[in-house]
């Protein structure tokens, strides 16, 4: 029901849909049993669709994350919504696959997944021989990278290419003639520490590796793609969450893993665009973190208002309730499922437990799914569940 407001709500809008995109294994590895395939809409902030596929009903775990997005791009079509911009990593398969289904949709990429594989690559090569000067210079690439991006007019991919080049200059101190689309420097006269900063000789081994890096055909087509707005950072931290609902470290069975997905989306939704906290006297809240990511560094962070567990709540005691055959309250009563969504035959998906629809919309479930949900408020139900589990296939609201 809250993903049939969500679409709903854009329809209403009219707009063309801004949305990022990404997968989740179940497990660490390469060899995950469940996928799930999370959606954001961009501007909104908020989990629009989340898809859980299983590994042998694509043909292996490599194929699930391009069978989440089939499935949701599919359910859209049939909303009548319009997908304007899609952001992603750089998954080559689905890069492919959205070029030669969907041409009609911007696929652009994600800045931080592609200079974090860039950054990788220059430590690596920093480690050589007569390369150790390239050190310095990986956090400050890396940065012009986001610069190139960021400060680029949408749909001009040559110049950002042709800004993310002439880094190859400035790091032998050499701030003009770079080139035509991007012609010399723009931070003006070097002062001070940025001055004396550790140039790299011309034609000595670093800076041929560091021009072979930074030239890469491949990495100069993926930063053609770069997005310059909106990018993926809130379906890391959607995925972040996730983890507290459904832990790599664990197996959950189908019914169980979708039931915790979709809980940790309503969690997510209710507190995606939670507002900024302020102090007695007034003023913004801030916290300093250091990041497991930035290795020690500093980062300063907004000290967001305390977040509310509404949705989850209301799931579990729903739960809860129907377990130990307590009445709802009225506005939680059992009601069939409306049919405002139209589901094919083609999308509908046997999961192991029978009668469970596996790519649903988060909204709906099952009673197997009611079930599975109070195994994670108290396992000792397990037995009163198992006869609930077969009960006729009414629909919680
Ligand atoms: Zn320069």
Redesign the pocket.
């Known amino acids: 029901m809250r993903q049939t407001f969500l679409l709903g709500t854009f329809q209403a809008e009219g707009r063309d849909l801004v949305l990022g995109g990404d997968g989740r294994a179940d497990s660490p590895g390469h060899c995950a049993k469940f996928g799930s395939h999370t959606m954001l809409e961009l501007h909104a902030n908020v989990v629009i669709d989340i898809q859980l596929v299983q590994s042998n009903e694509c043909g292996g775990s490599y194929h699930m994350e391009k069978t989440g997005m089939e499935r949701f791009l599919a359910h859209l079509e049939r909303q009548g919504l319009a997908v304007g911009t899609m952001v992603t990593d750089r998954h080559r398969q689905i890069a492919k696959w959205l070029r030669e289904t969907y041409p009609h949709i911007e696929h652009l990429y994600d800045i931080w997944h592609v200079a974090k594989g860039f950054s990788k690559k220059l430590l690596a090569a920093s480690n050589e021989r007569e390369c150790q000067v390239l050190r310095p210079w990986i956090k400050s690439v890396s940065n012009h990278m986001y610069w190139c991006a960021v400060s680029t007019p949408s749909g001009e991919g040559a110049q950002i290419v042709a800004k993310w080049e002439?880094?190859v200059?400035?790091v032998q101190?050499?701030?003009t003639g770079h080139g035509d689309l991007f012609q010399?420097?723009i931070?003006g006269r070097?002062e001070g520490r940025e001055s004396h900063k550790k140039w790299l000789e011309p034609s000595s081994k670093a800076a041929v590796k560091l021009e072979t890096l930074v030239c890469n055909k491949t990495l100069c087509k993926d930063i053609l793609k770069l997005s310059g707005g909106s990018q993926t950072s809130a379906v890391e931290g959607f995925h972040s969450l996730l983890i507290q609902f459904a832990p790599k470290m664990y197996v959950f069975s189908y019914t169980g893993m979708l039931c915790r997905i979709l809980i940790a989306a309503l969690h997510f939704n209710e507190n995606a665009n939670r507002v900024q906290g302020v102090t007695k006297t007034g003023e913004a809240m801030y916290s300093i973190k250091y990041p497991k990511g930035r290795k020690g560094a500093a980062v300063l962070r907004r000290v967001l208002k305390s977040p509310t567990y509404v949705g989850a709540g209301v799931c579990l005691c729903v739960c809860v309730c129907v377990c130990v055959s307590l009445s709802l309250p009225d506005s939680l009563q059992v009601q069939p499922l409306p049919q405002v969504l139209p589901i094919t035959n083609q999308d509908l998906h046997k999961g192991p437990e029978e009668g469970c629809s596996g790519p649903l919309p988060f909204s709906s479930g099952c009673m197997c799914t009611a079930w599975s949900l109070c195994l994670c408020v108290r396992p000792s139900l397990m037995c009163v569940l198992l006869i609930v589990r077969r009960c006729s296939p009414v629909y919680l609201v």
């Open positions: 002439s880094v200059s400035h101190n050499v701030h010399s420097c931070h070097l």
